[in-house]
Nanobody
Framework: QVQAVESGGGLVQTGGSLRLSCVAS????????MGWFRQAPGKEREFVAAVSGHRGSPSYADSVKGRFTISRDNVRSSVYLQMNSLKPEDTAVYYCNSLDTTMTPLGSWGQGTQVTVSS
């Protein structure tokens, strides 16, 4: 069962910005950390960023530190990924998911949202 729905992807030039959104059920959102992952063509899905369930503490993959910012809106049961200074290597389908205490994705994967960065 898909537990989150992603949106906000698109085509952007190198150096540009995009803001991704993810809406989850209130129960999931209120009880679990949330994370963003991405999968580029021919590659495995990889972790991008996560935000804890209570304090909203963020964590990032080294490849996006300083460029991406994850945040959550507890009222809207939403998590966002602000992506700045985008690079062609950021091109991928981006997914969000709830996370357990070991940062392992819990729910089924949704359709994701495509981000394409042109050089």
């Amino acid at each position: 069962q898909v537990q989150a729905v992603e949106s906000g992807g698109g085509l952007v030039q190198t150096g540009g910005s995009l803001r991704l959104s993810c809406v989850a059920s209130a129960w999931i959102f209120n009880n679990y950390a949330m994370g963003w992952f991405r999968q580029a063509p021919g590659k495995e899905r990889e972790f991008v960023a996560a935000v804890s369930g209570h304090r909203g503490s963020p964590s990032y993959a080294d490849s996006v530190k300083g460029r991406f910012t994850i945040s959550r809106d507890n009222v809207r049961s939403s998590v966002y990924l602000q992506m700045n200074s985008l690079k062609p290597e950021d091109t991928a389908v981006y997914y969000c998911n709830s996370l357990d205490t070991t940062m392992t994705p819990l729910g089924s994967w949704g359709q994701g949202t495509q981000v394409t960065v042109s050089s």
